[in-house]
């Protein structure tokens, strides 16, 4: 099976004065801004570092539903926070790290198994075998 989805961007101008939008194929963005000041010097408004973390945590989240649904448990709640690293290097800037931290509730799930849940979907979560990069992850059960 191969399923294609598209984002699209758009950009204007030199890279300190330009500005940019940025859409999905779905709609759910259309035409969001975004610029150097976004990405680097705090401006309010969204930068492709929060998008990809966005991605992340939300590949992250389903695949550790279907592993934990796999071993016999319904999650309740997965939430998960992916914190992008941008670092400065020899070639301009590199995406470094990203840190995953997830908070699950699980009935029935002792820790163990969920840690092992947690771990094999921080490897096997399609967005995570995009980075070359180090992802960390610290995974906790609630409840």
């Not at 973390?53 to 934990?68: K, V």
């Not at 016999?72 to 670092?87: D, F, H, M």
């Not at 094999?120 to 992850?137: Q, R, T």
């Amino acid at each position: 099976m191969s399923i294609k989805k598209n984002g699209s961007a758009v950009w204007q101008g030199g890279i300190k004065d330009g500005k940019g939008k940025v859409s999905t194929q779905s709609g759910v963005l259309h035409d969001v801004p975004y610029s150097f000041a976004k990405r680097f010097e705090g401006e309010a408004g969204s930068n492709p570092e929060e998008l990809i973390g966005a991605a992340h945590a939300s590949c992250y989240s389903m695949a550790l539903s279907l592993i934990l649904g796999e071993a016999g448990y319904t999650p309740e709640r997965i939430a998960t926070q992916a914190t992008v690293s941008l670092e400065e290097d020899e070639g301009g800037f590199s995406i470094t790290a990203i840190h995953l931290e997830t908070r699950a509730n699980i009935p029935g799930a002792d820790d163990a198994a969920f840690q092992d849940a947690a771990n094999k979907a921080k490897e096997g979560c399609p967005v995570s075998k995009l980075f070359n990069a180090e992802i960390s992850l610290d995974a906790k059960l609630e409840g």
